[in-house]
Structure formats: C-alpha cells, structure tokens
T-cell receptor, first 109, second 115 residues
Framework: LAKTTQPISMDSYEGQEVNITCSHNNIATNDYITWYQQFPSQGPRFIIQ???TKVTNEVASLFIPADRKSSTLSLPRVSLSDTAVYYC??????????FGKGTRLSVIA | NAGVTQTPKFRILKIGQSMTLQCTQD?????MYWYRQDPGMGLKLIYYSVGAGITDKGEVPNGYNVSRSTTEDFPLRLELAAPSQTSVYFC??????????????FGPGTRLTVL
C-alpha cells in the first residue's frame, strides 16, 4: 500500500476554509484515496473518497490532480465542531487500512 | 441499526490478568477488524477477519487472540495483560459491496488500562 504523508497539525479560525494536503507518491492504479475524521474519544468516521479529479459531498471536497500523487481535503467554513484528527489513507480493495498519525486540526473561535 | 457496538467502555486490569473485549455488528458485514490506538498516534491493526471462521494477524498481534464463530461477533482476547497493552481498542467492520471502497464503520472504543 502507498505510504501517505500529511501535516501533523493545523490551526484555523472559525469560518475559514481549511485545506489539508496529503502526498501518496506510490499510489497504484486500483487504489482509492480516502479520508477519515476522528473526534476525541470516538472511533474514526469515513468522510470522503475519490479516485481522480474532484469529489464533493455534504461534509467536504476532495481534489485529486491527474498524476494522483497527492490529494487535498477541503473543509469549507470550518466551525469549532470540526476540531478533529483527519487521516488520509490509500485504499486497495478490502485490504486492511493503514492509519498514519493524521493531521490534528484545531479550530479557534 | 446499532452499527458496531463494543463492551466494556472502560476497564482497568492488573498485570497478568486476562479479559475479552466484545465487538458486535448488526450490518451483516463480512469483514471485521481490531485496532489499538496509543495516545497521539494513529490506529494499528491487531487482527482482522474476512468472514466467519477466518482470521488473520495484523501489524501488532502479539499478546492477543481472536475468534470469529459468527458473522456478527468478533471478540478480542487479552491473555496475561501487560502495561504495554494500555491503549484504546477499536473494532470496525466493512462490506465488500457498496459504492464506497472498503468503508469501515468503527465502534466507540474500549479504553483499557493495565496497572
């Protein structure tokens, strides 16, 4: 599975857009890019997944360039409740997920 | 649907004691997983199962055992607890079907302290 690299932490003020970039240089053809969110004292939660170009849902957008060696999770107008750890994962079939340390996002009022 | 449930929520063990962490899912998922998460770290896979009767080791299986006699249940057994097993344990499940690839659903976790 491709290894991922993402920032350890980020701070943002409420109402701002937050972009978290993840690099995955060795991503394979059949791999999907997936982001999970984990609030304190809870299990991770799937938020978005994509293969290429742009994916948007009610929570976030995911931008993937043509070479797929990186991806950017975009959270529009964050609020205090978006404070969490965000994990970028490369997913291949049903092989077990590999979680790194993730990016700890702190939203400040 | 209750999703993935785990019991107990908290537990304190003495060194050398044993216990079983329970995990049940009601989504008819064939894949189930056990992870541990140490403070400030990501999740590490302990064991996983692709269906009833089939289990396999993950990254950190030493000191643990699992069984999968039914689709719904995937208990994790700790034998001879050690302080290094102090952690938060998460159970998860996933299905081969669905539009999202390998979307895993996590339980609320069990916080275990070994003293």
């Amino acid at each position: 599975l491709a290894k991922t690299t993402q920032p350890i932490s980020m701070d943002s003020y409420e109402g701002q857009e937050v972009n978290i970039t993840c690099s995955h240089n060795n991503i394979a053809t059949n791999d999907y890019i997936t982001w999970y969110q984990q609030f304190p004292s809870q299990g991770p939660r799937f938020i978005i997944q994509g293969y290429k170009t742009k994916v948007t849902n009610e929570v976030a957008s995911l931008f993937i360039p043509a070479d797929r060696k990186s991806s950017t999770l975009s959270l529009p107008r964050v609020s205090l409740s978006d404070t969490a750890v965000y994990y970028c994962l490369v997913v291949s079939g049903n092989t077990p997920l590999v979680f790194g340390k993730g990016t700890r996002l702190s939203v400040i009022a | 649907n209750a999703g993935v449930t785990q019991t107990p929520k908290f537990r304190i063990l003495k060194i050398g004691q044993s216990m079983t962490l329970q995990c049940t899912q009601d989504m008819n998922h064939n894949y189930m997983y056990w992870y541990r998460q140490d403070p400030g770290m990501g999740l590490k896979l302990i064991y996983y199962s692709v269906g009833a009767g089939i289990t396999d080791k993950g990254e950190v299986p030493n000191g643990y055992n699992v069984s999968r006699s039914t689709t719904e249940d995937f208990p994790l057994r700790l034998e001879l607890a050690a302080p290094s097993q102090t952690s938060v344990y998460f159970c998860a499940s996933s299905s081969q079907s669905g539009t999202r690839h390998n979307e895993q659903f996590f339980g609320p976790g069990t916080r275990l302290t070994v003293l």
